[in-house]
């Protein structure tokens, strides 16, 4: 079974604060990704990346960057954490070339103050 | 228009009664169609895929594609309140599209 697993669960950061998110997955998959779900807004693709240090913004990449320096591992950045970042964080993972199937972590439920 | 509609819910239905979620697309293109399980505070899990139109089953599960209307169903029959989750409709193109768009999800309830 693929594993994808998020470093933190639940965070609580301040207003101004770098706050790193780290995702993991153990399948030797191709492409990463990083999303944020809210209610009534459904999942929205913050980063990707198909490969080691590629990295492509997604529809909403403004306040966020991210690192890919191995395969197995994509970091997601907030440079300085606002309030409107308080959301449900979700790392997803896929195979490449014609898979488009998506494994996701279990999500980090961070809150800013 | 959203490229893919799929009404929120919640749907609540009793123990034991057949499901019906769906979707509606508009991108004649997408050619691979997933359904995913979300149970509160938790990560989407896969569920089923689709490649083409036509019928998947699996246990009580089964996933409908009519790419003819741009529709696609999940059927769940004899419903467990363990069936209680969001469930997320996701399509994509193939031969090297690696994004799915993402329905916003239904929030179902099963009562016993």
């Known amino acids: 079974d693929v594993k994808v697993t998020q470093s933190s669960r639940y965070l609580v950061k301040r207003t101004g604060e770098k706050v790193f998110l780290e995702c993991v997955q153990d399948m030797d998959h191709e492409n990463m990704f990083w999303y944020r779900q809210d209610p009534g807004l459904g999942l929205r693709l913050i980063y990707f990346?198909?490969?080691?240090?590629?990295?492509e913004k997604g529809d909403i990449p403004e306040g966020y960057s991210v690192s890919r320096e191995k395969k197995e591992r994509f970091s997601l950045i907030l440079e300085s954490a606002s309030t409107n970042q308080t959301s449900m964080y979700l790392c997803?993972?896929?195979?490449?070339?014609?898979?488009?199937?998506?494994?996701f972590g279990p999500g980090t439920r961070l809150l800013v103050l | 228009q959203k490229e893919v509609e799929q009404d929120p819910g919640p749907l609540s239905v009793p123990e034991g009664a057949i499901v019906s979620l769906n979707c509606t697309y508009s991108n004649s293109a997408f050619q691979y169609f997933m359904w995913y399980r979300q149970y509160s505070r938790k990560g989407p899990e896969l569920l089923m895929y689709?490649?083409?139109?036509g019928n998947k089953e699996d246990g009580r599960f089964t996933a409908q594609v009519d790419k003819s209307s741009k529709y696609i169903s999940l059927f769940i029959r004899d419903s467990q309140p363990s069936d209680s989750a969001t469930y997320l409709c996701?399509?994509?193109?193939?031969?090297?599209?690696?994004?799915?768009?993402f329905g916003r999800g239904t929030s179902l309830i099963v009562h016993p």
């Open positions: 996701a399509m994509s193109l193939s031969g090297g599209s690696y994004i799915p768009t």
């Open positions: 689709t490649y083409s139109s």
């Open positions: 990346s198909y490969d080691v240090k590629m990295k």
């Open positions: 997803a993972s896929s195979l490449g070339q014609w898979q488009e199937t998506q494994y």
